[in-house]
């Protein structure tokens, strides 16, 4: 499959979250209101890497992916990111996130993710916004880089991210067909 005139991406929204997010069903329905008809929704994951979020969120933290049917193009990442961030907001609890959002896309060959954090391995794409790639697609699997987040490591991930793939990859034959 040539990959060169692919010009739309995969998006996927990760989603943390302790027990205590009440809003979780309406927040499902007005992100899909936003971004599309979801796809492809993960199993729930414990997320115990990292005491990081622990003062804002508390303990019993849950990871959550969600896949969308609508490709995009990969440059509306830094916009996508910007409305994750005033949706995180209007979920704030005495000026504390209960939820984490962050959008990213997949394409054949990786993962990226959006972030409002500098990095060496982060590629500026505007409005404050940068790419992080987290995986990287190569022989038949996905690979975690040395910088990736401690969870992404883990590779507990990774058969999400390939069934994700799989559609996405039918999607783009789809593409190509009808060009």
Request: a positive charge; aromatic letters at 18%.
């Amino acid at each position: 499959m040539t990959t060169s005139n692919i010009k739309h991406v995969k998006l996927i929204v990760g989603l943390l979250y302790s027990n205590n997010f009440l809003e979780y069903e309406g927040f499902i329905n007005l992100i899909a209101n936003i971004f599309g008809e979801i796809d492809k929704m993960s199993l729930l994951y414990p997320f115990n890497y990292t005491d990081y979020y622990k003062i804002e969120f508390g303990d019993n933290l849950t990871r959550k992916f969600l896949s969308f049917e609508d490709l995009i193009s990969p440059e509306k990442l830094s916009e996508i990111k910007i409305i994750t961030n005033k949706l995180e907001n209007k979920y704030l609890k005495k000026n504390k996130r209960t939820i984490n959002i962050d959008p990213g896309y997949l394409d054949l060959d990786k993962f990226v993710l959006a972030s409002v954090k500098y990095g060496r391995q982060k590629l500026y794409i505007g409005k404050g916004i940068y790419a992080d790639p987290v995986l990287e697609y190569y022989k038949k699997s996905f690979n975690h880089f040395n910088w990736s987040f401690p969870d992404f490591k883990s590779n507990k991930y990774l058969d999400f991210f390939s069934e994700v793939r799989s559609i996405y990859r039918e999607q783009i034959k789809e593409y190509l067909q009808n060009k």
